[in-house]
């Protein structure tokens, strides 16, 4: 069975400083990893993926995200915060073999970026 | 269409009573996928459609939950007798194939409440 932690539902951050928004993972096989965004009244929007290769990964609005697999994770970051990235951010996961629809989502993060 | 197209983005109804939700996904995309989100999750897999069959239904909670995709384009979800404990939000997403390392484009989704 595959499953995805994020341990914070809120994380605050003061506008200009480095974000971090965690991600830990569990999964038979080389995972394929998901970062999505979701503003209110709107749909989840991707903003990037690990599929194999670089463990950074850069992805929408200057935010990237590292591959560990090691620590099996797959934490979101971005170096200065607006407070436009105030949002509910999403990590999903899923094995090689499984299909895109059936990926497993956290329970989502919420990030508050205050001016 | 530009995006994925869900309709109603709003429906209320009292239990016992029959439900259907609409999915437009983007033009040309083959794969669709259903999602229910329960307030403080993260979406949950309801179906896969690839084309005008269902790959996967294996997450449909019960017999009262059904989809459809009849031309292989819009897809509908159909709840009979609906429960208090289907209120959610049903989000629908499309790729252009259904492929391990495909994005899926969400909808803005349809919010069930269940009186």
């Known amino acids: 069975a595959q499953s995805v932690a994020q341990p914070e539902d809120q994380v605050n951050v003061a506008e200009g400083n480095p974000l971090t928004v965690k991600c830990t993972y569990s999964v038979s096989g080389n995972p394929y990893l998901f970062w999505y965004v979701q503003y209110p009244n709107r749909g989840l929007q991707f903003l990037l993926k690990?599929?194999?290769?670089?463990?950074l990964v850069k992805g929408s609005y200057g935010f990237e995200a590292e591959f560990n697999k090691s620590q099996t994770s797959f934490h979101l970051k971005k170096p200065s915060a607006l407070v436009s990235d105030s949002a509910l951010y999403f990590c999903a996961v899923r094995g090689p073999n499984t299909n895109a629809g059936k990926s497993t989502f956290g329970d989502g993060t919420t990030l508050t970026v205050k001016p | 269409g530009a995006g994925v197209s869900q309709t109603p983005s709003n429906k209320v109804t009292e239990k016992g009573k029959y439900v259907e939700l609409r999915c437009d996904p983007i033009?040309?995309?083959?794969?669709l996928y259903w999602y229910r989100q329960s307030l403080g999750q993260g979406p949950e897999f309801l179906i896969y459609f690839q084309g005008t069959g269902a790959a996967d239904d294996s997450g449909l909670p019960n017999d009262r939950f059904f989809a459809v995709r009849p031309e292989g384009s819009v897809s509908t979800l159909k709840i009979q007798r609906t429960e208090r404990g289907d209120s959610a939000v049903y989000l629908c997403?499309?790729?252009?194939?259904?492929?391990?390392?495909?994005?899926?484009?969400f909808g803005a989704g349809s919010r069930l409440t269940v009186l």
């Open positions: 997403a499309s790729s252009l194939r259904d492929s391990g390392a495909n994005v899926l484009t």
């Open positions: 690990y599929i194999t290769g670089d463990n």
């Open positions: 033009s040309g995309h083959t794969a």
